[in-house]
C-alpha cells in the first residue's frame, strides 16, 4: 500500500524559499506520476506541478520559473523546490499520486488516488 507523507512546510517571508519533500512509501512503479497540489481555506486543490517516471515535468502557469519538482533516484521521495515566494503562495501543499498507466503526467486533480496529508506554507508579507 502506498503511503504519502509530506514535510518541510513552514513560514517564510515574501521573496524566500522553501523545499516541500514527500517521502512516498511502495513499489514505483504502482505510483507512476506524482505531483504537488496546494489547497488554500474554501478553495479547491489546485495543481502546482507534477511529475513522470521518465522525470519529464508540468507546472501551472503561476509557479513557472519560480518552483521546482524533482525526485530522488530511488523513486522515493518527491521534492518540491520552492523560490521568490509570494503571499499568494501561501496553503496547505499535498503530494498525490497515480496509481495506473505510467502515460499519466497531468495536472488534473481527478487523475491522482493516492495522497499525502499535506504540510502548511504561509508567506507573509
Known amino acids: 500500500q502506498v503511503q504519502l507523507v509530506e514535510s518541510g512546510g513552514g513560514s517564510v517571508q515574501d521573496g524566500g524559499s522553501l523545499t516541500l519533500s514527500c517521502a512516498a512509501s511502495g513499489d514505483p512503479t504502482s505510483r507512476p506520476c506524482m505531483a504537488w497540489f496546494r489547497q488554500s481555506p474554501g478553495n479547491e486543490p489546485k495543481a502546482v506541478a507534477a511529475?513522470?517516471?521518465?522525470?519529464?515535468?508540468m507546472y501551472t502557469d503561476s509557479v513557472k520559473g519560480r518552483f521546482t519538482i524533482s525526485q530522488d533516484s530511488t523513486k522515493h521521495t518527491l521534492y518540491l523546490q520552492m523560490n521568490s515566494l509570494a503571499p499568494e503562495d501561501t496553503a496547505m501543499y499535498y503530494c498525490?499520486?497515480?496509481?495506473?498507466?505510467?502515460?499519466?503526467?497531468?495536472?488534473?486533480?481527478?487523475?491522482?488516488?493516492?495522497w499525502g496529508r499535506g504540510t502548511q506554507v504561509t508567506v507573509s508579507s
Open positions: 498525490a499520486a497515480t496509481s495506473g498507466s505510467p502515460y499519466c503526467l497531468t495536472l488534473r486533480p481527478a487523475s491522482y488516488t493516492i
Open positions: 511529475l513522470d517516471s521518465y522525470d519529464n515535468t
